[in-house]
């Protein structure tokens, strides 16, 4: 392999499930190939008029796309055992909430000042799907920084003052005005768009394809 590590941009939202399948099926490919990489993570709102207090899940996509209970309750089962394989747990309930993503992609911003965005993207998606956690909160942003070794005190004040707030809507914009209307997209080396959640093996063709180009 090249000693340049393969830039992937990815575009998502901390409340999409596939966002997290689709990186995990990634990662299980590149470590399969033994790529190294440099991964950025872009923000996106799924549901950017989402109310700071969130509403129900199952409500929320019955709402959004006309599907039924037992059509959520079949997604549910699917994203769970698809997760189960790859390592990741999903563990929804009847009250998990569709939550504002606004103050955790500032949370995410302000990380890579640190260079933990990575770390944190990780972090928030565990909170939300697999311990169910608000990570729409103040609060609990605040405490989640913290648990990863981030200063607290000082995300909770990055958080509260919004002082990244217009960051965020410039990148916001930056990716809608390229055309990206759906996650996760990721486009590597700046070049390739891929859409959705391929699949370990497509991923492992499509990284195939990417080397031998090179």
Known sequence: MADTPLEIDIVSDVMCPWCVVGYHQLKAALDEKGISTEIRWHPFELNPQMPEDGQNLREHLMEKYGISAEDSDANRKRLTDIGEDLGFAFHFTDDTRMQNTFLAHQLIHWAGLHGRAHDMKLALFGAHFTDGRAVGQVET??????????????ALAVLTDQRFASDVRSAQKFWIDAGISGVPAIIFNRQHLVSGAQGTDRFGQILDALTQAE
């Open 141 to 154: 942003l605040a405490d989640i920084a913290g648990e990863i070794g981030l200063d607290r005190d000082e």
